[in-house]
C-alpha cells in the first residue's frame, strides 16, 4: 500500500476518532458537534510543511549536510477533547509521515525516526512506520500541542442552553535540540469551525 493511502486512511481514521470523542451521531442531530475533520488534519500537515521547509533552520540544508535525526514526541492535548494517547501519537504520526514531509526531509539530509508504536489508535489510522530503527541516536525532537477555543453566539430558542459556537483548534509545533535544548523551529496552524451544541457537555 503506498504512503498516500496510508496518509489518507490515516487522516479518515483519526477524524472519525476526534468525532468519536465528541459523542456525534449520524442519524439523529447531535447534541454536540466536534470541529476537526479529515479535511482539516490535511491542511494542518501542508501548512506545517511548508513553514518548516521555509524555515530558517532548513534554509541552505540539502543532502550533503550533517545528518538530523528527527524523533517526534507524543501531541500535548491542552484542547478540551478527550484524546488517548493512541490518538495523541497518531496525529503526530500523521504530520512527519506525510510523503511530501518525508520527501522535503530527505532533501535536506533529515531523517524521521519514529518510536515503536503498537496502539490501538496507530492500527485503526491504518499507519505504517518504515522509517529507521532505534539504534540511530536523535539529535532533535518534534514536539505539538493541541490547544482548544470555544466562543459561543446567540442561542437557536429561547430558553435554550443549545447555542451556536465557535471552536477553534490551534496545533503548536517545536523542533528542538536534544543536547542544548535550543528551539531551533517553531510553527502553528489555527482552524476553526461553527457548531452547534450545549456548553456544558
Not at 493512541?86 to 531523517?111: E, F, H, T
Not at 514536539?143 to 453566539?153: E, F, K, Q, V, Y
Not at 471552536?167 to 469551525?193: H, P
Amino acid at each position: 500500500m503506498s504512503e498516500r493511502r496510508i496518509m489518507a486512511r490515516g487522516c479518515f481514521a483519526l477524524s472519525l476518532v476526534l468525532v468519536g470523542v465528541a459523542g456525534v451521531g449520524c442519524a439523529a442531530p447531535p447534541e454536540r458537534t466536534t470541529l476537526l475533520r479529515a479535511a482539516d488534519l490535511r491542511v494542518n500537515t501542508m501548512q506545517i510543511v511548508d513553514q518548516l521547509a521555509g524555515s530558517d533552520w532548513l534554509r541552505g540544508r540539502d543532502t550533503q549536510s550533517p545528518r538530523i535525526v528527527l524523533r517526534p514526541e507524543r501531541l500535548e492535548n491542552l484542547s478540551d477533547n478527550r484524546l488517548s494517547q493512541g490518538d495523541q501519537w497518531a496525529a503526530m504520526s500523521m504530520v512527519l509521515l506525510n510523503q511530501r514531509m518525508l520527501d522535503m526531509l530527505r532533501s535536506r539530509n533529515v531523517v524521521v525516526q519514529m518510536p515503536p508504536l503498537r496502539s490501538e489508535a496507530i492500527a485503526r489510522a491504518g499507519l505504517t512506520v518504515n522509517e529507521p530503527a532505534a539504534q540511530l541516536e536523535p539529535t532533535h525532537l518534534f514536539s505539538g500541542r493541541l490547544r482548544s477555543l470555544t466562543r459561543a453566539g446567540g442561542g437557536e430558542n429561547a430558553g435554550s442552553d443549545r447555542v451556536q459556537r465557535r471552536d477553534t483548534f490551534l496545533f503548536e509545533y517545536v523542533v528542538s535540540d536534544i543536547r542544548s535544548r535550543e528551539v531551533n523551529w517553531s510553527g502553528q496552524t489555527e482552524i476553526s469551525r461553527l457548531a452547534h451544541g450545549s456548553l456544558i457537555d
